[in-house]
């Protein structure tokens, strides 16, 4: 942690400058944002039906057209709700002769069009190498010069320069909005944010920007609201750079810092069970729901959302069941609710009789509609948070609980024996853990069964391969009895140990898959996992960082690559 400090203080000195009030630069300039290339309008000959008859749609009505068309062997497509929000914005952008005659998406024919972009994606595919070769020129030219700022006296990497295309919102879990059009941003969307002596970017010809502002307590580059939860897009450095890099690693301090005081904290809400003011009892018993089970405090409800989702503040009565006894175990609180992008939570815990008790009296008469903790907001929690701990909220509970967690489980689950995929088996499983904890689940990907197949038969193979090598070991040794011949055996011998070795691999890829089916380990790799514990634990066991790390995320946590020794400890 000092060194990383210190690396930061050196650069201040050596700026000979050093940032207070919130100031991030004094000089940031920029390019401006790469647009999405405008609408090819499809050819001719691949048409559209309604109804069984042909239909020339105007040039917006297809665009839209053409991202559900896009989307038709998705199963997305045959949900209500996604077919429901589709054809509503749909409408918006045909013509009023277009919006009277199609009334029935279930009479849209979009075969011809779905063929036409397979058979453009599988023509990429078959692309020649020099093709290939243009396209990727290109794409580092876009990258050096859009790719790029330039903030202080640094050259820094800009993290999503690009603006996403329009399309259809998909969402996680089965989100409200999925199926609705997320429409085109243009420059006239679009606010730019560089210092006022600096080459201002210039919108492409015959546009103009919303706003150029000079703005240098914020890092953003590029913001514009994005239609479907109205929420404000923003274009940043990338994780790399070095702003991003003192923000991360402060999180993860105060994380530590949490670590310290935790024990206060929980002995003090123990206390607040008792108090005789209801007020402070509920603040208690949510305190002790965010500590032990890592939920959300319920305020990080993106503007416009209307999904009904929840978060420990905002619980009901209906999300909750109690029971004295359940399954062999005393006070048992079953939750059932849906949190942050309307992925369930569900779960059922023994909890400490005073808290059973509590959420007992904080349901007597009461609706099922009403507020389990009807004396609490997201305000009030969070500054009674602040009050415990500076910068201390319910993120940091979970940033807190899922490092410690993996520095645990990667105690218990390393087998100094193992070799190198074993060791990464119990990684992964270290990890999976903690998505656990933090109820990252993800339906199991389109492609899994398929995948999974394609294994067990490279593992069949192996294993005949294996009992070939056997039996050329077995009459190798019977040979070099007759004729002396030890080196013959030697070579088998090895084969046969490379074999083995390259089976053992497969079978535990099988496995790590296998167990992986339905959990979504990127989350809390990249957001709630110290990243010195999982660099510390590679270079205890000698495991390239690469096996862990791909190379975005080696980027994101390069401070902790350089930072953290084998004997880090959380
Ligand atoms: C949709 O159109 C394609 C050809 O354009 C045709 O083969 C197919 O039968 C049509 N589907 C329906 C349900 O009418
Ligand atoms: C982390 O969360 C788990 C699961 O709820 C809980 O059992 C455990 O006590 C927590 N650990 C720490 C150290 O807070
Ligand atoms: C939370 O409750 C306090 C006290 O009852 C109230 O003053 C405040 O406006 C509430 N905040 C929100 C966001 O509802
Ligand atoms: C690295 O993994 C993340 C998931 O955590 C993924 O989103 C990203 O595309 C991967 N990057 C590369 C370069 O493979
Ligand atoms: C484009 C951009 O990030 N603009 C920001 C510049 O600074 C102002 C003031 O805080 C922000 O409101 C803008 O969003």
Redesign the pocket.
Known sequence: MDLFFLIVCVEWICQEERYTDGVKWRFLEHKGPVFAPPYEPIPGNVRFYYDGKQMKLSPEAEEVATFFAKMLDHEYTTKDIFRKNFFKDWRKEMTPEEKAKITDLSKCNFTEMSVYFKAQSEARKQMSKDEKLKIKEENERVLQEYGFCVMDNHKERIANFRIEPPGLFRGRGDHPKMGMLKRRIRPEDVIVNCSKDSKHPKPPPGTKWKEVRHDNKVTWLVSWNENIQGSIKYIMLNPSSRIKGEKDWQKYETARRLKKCVDRIRNQYREDWKSKEMRIRQRAVALYFIDKLALRAG?EKEEGETADTVGCCSLRVEHINLYPEKDGQEFVVEFDFLGKDSIRYYNKVPVEKRVYKNVQLFMENKQPEDDLFD?L????LNKHLQELMDGLTAKVFRTYNASITLQQQLKELTNPDENVPAKILSYNRANRAVAILCNHQRAPPKTFEKSMQTLQTKIDAKKDQLSDARRELKSAKADAKVRRDEKAVEAKKKAVERIEEQLMKLEVQATDREENKQIALGTSKLNYLDPRISVAWCKKWEIPVEKIYNKTQREKFAWAIDMADDDYEF
């Not at 907001?377 to 009030?380: E, H, R, V």
């Open positions: 305020n004396r907001n997201t305000s009030i």
